[in-house]
């Protein structure tokens, strides 16, 4: 599923999604080159399916932008320099709270590749069409994270033998007493995964304004709701943690695959967690033409939970044929895996073309898409129809 920029409301460029009411005005904020717009209060932006053909990095001024709240992003004057502190409270023999300076001058600074992907990912392709956001497939992207290991923060504080889960609160505030503040909770085991970071870096560079900075969280592996961006305080919890953002919202039916029959409520519901296998193509837009009798190169991107990927293949008959993909370096197993495939397409007309992955744990992606409610990991096989003149 490519998108294509298609015209221009009062002077702005605009960009088509590929559903009904998917045309979106491209517009450039601060750090930022001109992104397709969802919403401006707060800012939600995606990223346009292009951008992912540049690299198996997404630049940081192409990365998506996600908020809940509508005052978000807090202002930079509350983010900067010595304003900005970070605590850790709760079930701990020894608090702690300092500036991002001197976290990372306190603990080992390492780094992790890693997608970042928003649950409601391609929300707007969902049929039935679903509430919330309505994206399509660009609230995603993979950078190189910097930062210190949770774990180690964690361990320093000397947690109490009671303690059972952690919090992470943003700087961002409701705006009005009525909406729940965006607070996110791990479970101690997932909060000690040497994998899961506080991140001061993005490709080498501070985080965006609009990415969290100066200091975000990075659940390698799971759902964007969880990375908090703007994060100033960790709490150690005893008891399970009850809020709005943890219980009802982001949840998924407990089920293998999570989806119910569309239109149907699941009867239970657990947290979103890690992402499930995606994969895309990323060198050709929806429309796009080919020239028939040469070899064409179809280059993609798949990345999946954290097991790594094992394989992709490639149809441009509906499935009836399947040609392997020759995968690129491998950015570690949390990160977008480059494929690339030359496909020889034949005599003129059109093409569905089709990229499938398979991990290394055997998981794949479905034909058919799955439904839920809230319209959440979708992973699909998508497809990019092209014209062969
Ligand atoms: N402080 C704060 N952090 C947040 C959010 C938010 O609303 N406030 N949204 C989360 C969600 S749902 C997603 S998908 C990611 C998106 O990260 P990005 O904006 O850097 O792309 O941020 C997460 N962190
Ligand atoms: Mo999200």
């Known amino acids: 599923m490519g998108g294509l920029i298609s015209g221009r409301i009062q002077g702005k460029e605009t960009y088509d999604l590929p559903f009904e009411n998917g045309v979106r ?8 080159r001109p992104l397709i717009r969802l919403t401006s209060r707060p800012p939600q932006l995606e990223t346009p399916m292009a951008v992912f053909n540049e690299g198996v990095l997404t ?9 809940h709240l509508a005052g978000s992003p807090p202002s930079k004057a509350m ?30 600074v390492v780094e992790v590749t890693a997608v970042n992907q928003c649950s409601g990912n391609g929300r707007g392709l969902f049929l039935p069409r679903v509430s919330g956001g309505q994206m ?6 993979c950078a190189r994270w910097k930062g210190v290991r949770l774990a180690d923060v964690l361990k320093s504080a000397e947690l109490s033998a009671g303690a059972r889960q952690v919090s992470f609160d943003g700087l961002d505030r409701p705006p009005t007493p ?40 990075v659940v390698p592996g799971h759902y964007g ?19 709005y953002w943890m219980d009802p919202a982001y949840r998924i039916p407990d089920d293998p695959c999570a989806h119910v029959a569309p239109g149907t409520k699941p009867r239970r519901t657990i947290p979103i967690g890690r992402f499930n296998v995606r994969s895309f193509i990323t060198s050709h837009p929806e429309g796009g ?7 064409v190169r179809v280059r993609g991107i798949a990345f999946d939970g954290g097991a790594g990927i094992r394989e992709v293949t490639f149809s441009a008959d509906g499935g009836r044929n399947w040609q392997g993909a020759e995968l690129g370096r491998d950015p570690g197993r949390f990160g977008f895996r480059e494929w690339t495939v030359d496909w020889q397409p034949g005599g003129k007309g059109e093409r569905v ?37």
Do not use: C
């Open 25 to 32: 005005e491209l517009v450039q904020y601060p750090q930022k």
């Open 59 to 67: 630049p940081n001024d192409a990365f998506f932008v996600r908020y």
């Open 79 to 108: 983010l900067e320099g010595d304003a900005f502190r970070v605590s850790l409270a709760g079930a701990v023999g020894k608090p702690l709270e300092m500036t991002v300076a001197e976290l990372v001058r306190r603990f080992e």
């Open 136 to 141: 399509g497939n660009g609230a995603m992207g």
């Open 178 to 217: 009525g909406v729940p503040d965006f607070v996110k909770v791990l479970e101690m085991d997932q909060a000690l995964d040497p994998d899961v970071l506080l991140a001061v870096e993005m490709n080498g560079e501070p985080l965006p304004w609009l990415n969290g900075f100066p200091l975000r969280l």
């Open 225 to 243: 709701t969880y990375w908090i961006k703007h994060l100033h305080r960790i709490t150690v919890l005893d008891s399970e943690y009850k809020g």
């Open 289 to 295: 033409v080919v020239r028939a009798g040469e070899m």
């Open 353 to 389: 073309l089709w990229a499938k992955a398979t991990n290394r744990l055997g998981e794949s992606q479905p034909l058919e898409p799955l439904w839920n409610p809230a319209g959440y990991m979708r992973n699909v096989v998508e497809s990019v129809k092209v014209r062969v003149a």
